[in-house]
């Protein structure tokens, strides 16, 4: 990411993963791809970010293979939306410890500035990043939900990537649905 110097060849593994995962901004869209906001124009709104901030996280996140990109309708109009890949959805505990850790240690400004970590097989919050604290069932995003008290008044299931990965961080037109609608 050339917003700072690359660490992409360290030697060290944390210098090589905060390469890719330190971005604060690319942290927070990969957030919203896991609350199901793959869309330019929602992922912008959400965060309240500029065109071309958001435009360069993306790109690396898809460089860094985070993300791919499917098509869908708008009207006549073919767009591209953002979706996990199997190494995107392999972030989720990264982001899980953030979360935790910030609950943990960190004042929030206010009494809606909360979000939980809850295994929805259990349906008990977790403190622990990978597995649930208690019930022992390892997380993916398949059975996580994160519970933003400022986006909802309950947990929301997290986006999972495609059953299938595609070169080059894109999906071939003919599988795409341009029923789907992902909510902002």
Not at 10 to 24: E, F, I, K
Not at 93 to 107: Q, S, T, Y
Not at 171 to 182: G, L, R, V
Request: with cysteine; proline share 8%; aromatic share 8%.
């Amino acid at each position: 990411m050339p917003l700072r110097s690359d660490w992409s060849a360290r030697t060290c593994s944390l210098a090589r993963g905060l390469d890719v995962l330190g971005d604060p901004w690319g942290s927070l869209v990969l957030r919203e791809i896991f609350f199901g906001n793959g869309r330019f124009d929602a992922i912008k709104q959400r965060l309240e970010v500029a065109d071309t901030v958001l435009s360069k996280r993306l790109g690396w996140l898809l460089e860094a293979g985070l993300l791919a990109q499917r098509p869908y309708q708008d009207g006549s109009r073919t767009r591209q939306e953002y979706v996990l890949t199997a190494k995107g959805e392999d972030s989720l505990p990264v982001l899980n410890a953030i979360i935790i850790w910030a609950e943990k240690h960190l004042d929030a400004p206010n009494e809606v500035s909360h979000m939980r970590v809850i295994h929805t097989d259990c349906g008990r919050p977790t403190s622990s990043a990978d597995t649930c604290s208690h019930c022992g069932v390892p997380l993916t995003a398949a059975n996580t939900s994160w519970h933003s008290f400022k986006r909802s008044d309950h947990p929301m299931p997290l986006a999972t990537a495609p059953a299938e990965t595609f070169p080059a961080g894109t999906f071939p037109a003919e599988s795409a649905s341009p029923e789907t609608e992902i909510p902002a």
